[in-house]
């Protein structure tokens, strides 16, 4: 019981990285409906602005953590902005597979500067947070694995409020429900596009922080196993589907955690691809989403 | 005769002679022109699917994997039994060659099948990540195949490619995917890429278009794996991995989709470049995605597509 705990507790705190890094998949295909692969990317580059900013505040304090969390979910968003505008912008309304190679084009880009400039070799992530376990009855609680799940709720929260709550957020639902209307009631999908592009990737970024605090060994290709990965927690909860994306995120990193612990361990990665494929032939719309219907 | 198999039997007997002649040949022009070759098999049947019939898949490397792993099993482990002790003519490792690589073709073309159910329900971006997921599945299974030697790969592999195997392969390739998009059973290819709902329409079986697609293009993607593994002789799961596939689609979108001559120029011109950038090796792949973004923003329609611009983009 106190095992299966802990691996829940495990696959939870996995989970809630996954979540993260899934909503940014989400939200762009909800405005843009194109998966981009150069999220994973952003990703990494966020956990690596927060090894250089996590190297220059003192270690251990509660306002280093926030100065590299927030630095590196800027950088991320600037960044996320940056390609969207000279990658993305100039290919709107081309078929969705010259946009989906452009992005692959863009993460490869991203994944071969990152080795020029930050080299191949995997490096070790500051410990900018103070660590310290917890026992709990036999249950060990790493303080880390609680500051990722708290600080994924916290964001998701925040996200919900901006989406929901906002005026731009009601204009970002807009676009992704219907982008003429939306233009045709005054909004400028361009602004919308490079705001939900922004705010995915700071999520992104911020993932990558987390993720670093936790499995604290970072390299350029770093991102390409959670980013694929996160994205079948998109596609699992119904892409374009913000709450889908959490459950998704969830069940993903439970499941992983589960048989990770068990004599399968060695097919630990493909099991992400083996549910994606069984919910895709069984609810092609997601967990959550609703099946579209195909108009002639 | 039909012209077309004239220009096939003229190719196979050029593929002959060049082979004649290759003791004289550079032998690293030689192992280029080798890995040229192979590309190229990969390239054009990656074209069928992607190209032709519109069914985006990410999942080559997957097929090639299995014809490379149950093709270099046969040899090394069905090859002494054959052979006898004493290793065998020319023409016993020849027969045991052709059988390991027919082996090899057809297992990736039963994988092709069971993926090609799925395409019946999905399109676009959904087939290419669950082609990408069945990719991965499929390498994680070799990884953990002990038999087939885990994650420390396969080898020793008998050295049997050469020259008239690969460009042999290459010919029967190109001449198998340029006659069936050209017979009028091979039209249903086009038309369900252009509009899948018309051809429905018109009484075309589009979901068994898609199936016959992903089968013949699995099939020579196995073969291409078996020709690569009697290569290289000894062969690594992660040298099938997501990447392998992103750099054949990156040949078929460079080519311009649907275009198999340019598909061809596309795989020479990929193959190639890598050596030729050997100097600036560091910058190579920065280079080499930086094309690859700026080619889809200036010539979305690949760069050795000629037709006329206002032509419909595959998509």
Known sequence: MIEFLQQLLNGLSLGAIYALIALGYTMVYGVLRFINFA???????????????????????????????????????????????????????SPTLNVLITAIGVSLLLEYSGQVFFGAAPRNFPPVIPS?????????????????????????????????????????????????????????????????????????????????????????????????????????????????????????????????????STYKDAIAFAVLIVILLVRPGGLLGRPSIEKV | MPRAHQILCVALAACFGVWWFSDRIDPYLLDVITSIGINIILAVSLNLVNGYTGQFSLGHAGFMAIGAYLSGACTIFLGPQWLGPDGGNPWSQGMLFLGALLVGGLSASVAGLLIGIPSLRLKGDYLALVTLGFGEIIRVIFQNTEALGGALGLSPIPAYTNILWTYGFVTLTVFVVVTLTRSTYGRGFLATRDDEIAAEAVGLDTTRYKIVAFVVGAFFAGIAGGLYGHYKQSIYPT????????????????????????????????????????????YRMVLYSFLLIVLMLARPQGLFNFRRPGAKPAS
């Open chain 1, 39 to 93: 999220h994973s990317d952003v990703f990494m580059v966020g956990a690596f602005v927060g090894y250089y900013l996590g190297r220059l505040v003192p270690e251990g304090t509660v306002w280093g953590a926030l100065v590299v969390l927030a630095g590196s979910m800027a950088a991320c968003a600037v960044l996320g902005m940056t390609i969207e505008r000279l990658a993305y912008r100039p290919l709107r309304g």
């Open chain 2, 239 to 282: 040298g099938f991995d997501f990447t392998k596939s992103i750099e054949i689609v990156v040949m078929v979108i460079l080519g311009g989709m649907g275009n198999t001559l340019g598909v061809i120029l596309a795989a020479i011109l990929l193959t190639a470049l890598p050596e030729v950038l050997r100097p600036v090796a560091e």
């Open chain 1, 132 to 264: 310290a376990r917890i026992s709990l009855g036999g249950l060990v609680l790493s303080s880390n694995q609680l500051i990722v799940i708290f600080g994924t709720c916290g964001l998701m929260w925040a996200l919900r409020l901006v989406v929901l709550r906002t005026r731009i957020g009601m204009a970002m639902r807009a676009v992704s429900l219907n982008p003429q209307a939306a233009r045709l009631v005054g909004v400028n999908n361009d602004v919308i596009i490079s705001f939900t592009f922004g705010l995915g990737s700071a999520l992104a970024g911020a993932g990558g922080v987390l993720y670093a605090i936790n499995y604290p060994s970072i390299d350029p290709l770093m991102g390409v196993m959670p980013g694929l990965k996160a994205f079948v927690c998109a596609v699992l909860g119904g892409i374009g589907n913000i709450p889908g994306a959490a459950l998704g995120g969830l069940i993903l990193g439970t499941t992983e955690t589960f048989v990770g612990g068990s004599s399968w």
